[in-house]
């Protein structure tokens, strides 16, 4: 008999990626939930567009699967600008983030996920980055040591983190937008779900998107997972519609 399904340890593969790149929403009408995240949001970013100037660094923080990534995307779309993204393990040296962030264009979002897992040297580094858009790179070792300043960009840093209690008092100071996000309820779930399944053109009924939001765990990442293999049933063991 086949192992049952058990979404808890599926392997996000690449067409995993890829699939929810194409269900991801890009702007903040489509993105359903978080709404007390979403109008402040748009506060935010329609100010800093008017006055000309970069979005203040946000850190976004909540269990995965919740919309982190998926939110720090609308931001770029809404704010017309780039986007880069990076995560905190993969900063092993300062040059690292420094490569970074001297390739940023004017008011340029960078993504940093996991942000908690930055190595201390490499914060350190992003402080006055964060603060004076400058960084104060040391070249050479030993006598020949010297410092050279690099003035960047203005930008904002979009951190993301489902372990905020690990971040230091330092570099959460310089968030000027700290927004929480929780999970989503079953009715929620449910237009998701109807999203999604409208973008992969998989008929289904209203009450089996909720059967399926209901077995989620106030997950959207888990809830287009679940709809994922549901679809493979439909299509090998019935017509293809979900009901």
């Not at 399944?197 to 106030?218: C, D, K």
């Not at 997950?219 to 017509?239: M, Y």
């Amino acid at each position: 008999m086949p192992e049952p399904f058990d979404v808890r340890q599926e392997q996000r593969s690449a067409s995993d990626k890829e699939m929810e790149q194409v269900l991801r929403p890009r702007r903040f009408e489509e993105f359903a939930g978080q709404r007390a995240v979403t109008d402040n949001l748009k506060i935010f970013v329609q100010a800093a567009k008017q006055r000309g100037e970069a979005l203040d660094h946000v850190l976004l923080h909540g269990p995965p699967g919740l919309g982190k990534t998926t939110l720090a995307g609308i931001v770029a779309q809404e704010m017309g600008v780039g986007m880069r993204v990076t995560s905190g393990p993969v900063l092993d040296k300062p040059a690292d983030l420094a490569g970074l962030l001297t390739n940023l264009e004017p008011n340029d979002l960078l993504f940093i996920d996991e942000i908690h897992r930055l190595s201390p040297v490499v914060e350190e580094y992003l402080y006055s980055a964060m603060e004076d858009y400058r960084i104060d790179l040391v070249i050479d070792a030993g006598p020949n040591a010297r410092t050279v300043q690099i003035n960047l960009n203005p930008f904002t840093l979009v951190g993301a983190t489902t372990r905020s209690g690990l971040l230091t008092a330092p570099l959460r100071a310089r968030f000027g937008i700290n927004s929480r996000l929780d999970y989503y309820d079953a009715d929620t779930l449910t237009g998701i779900l109807q999203r999604s399944a409208g973008l992969l053109n998989v008929p289904m009924a209203q009450e089996a998107a909720h059967e399926i939001a209901r077995r989620s765990r106030g997950t959207p990442r888990i809830a287009n997972a679940l709809l994922r293999r549901v679809r493979d049933f439909a299509q090998i063991k019935g017509d293809g519609s979900i009901d």
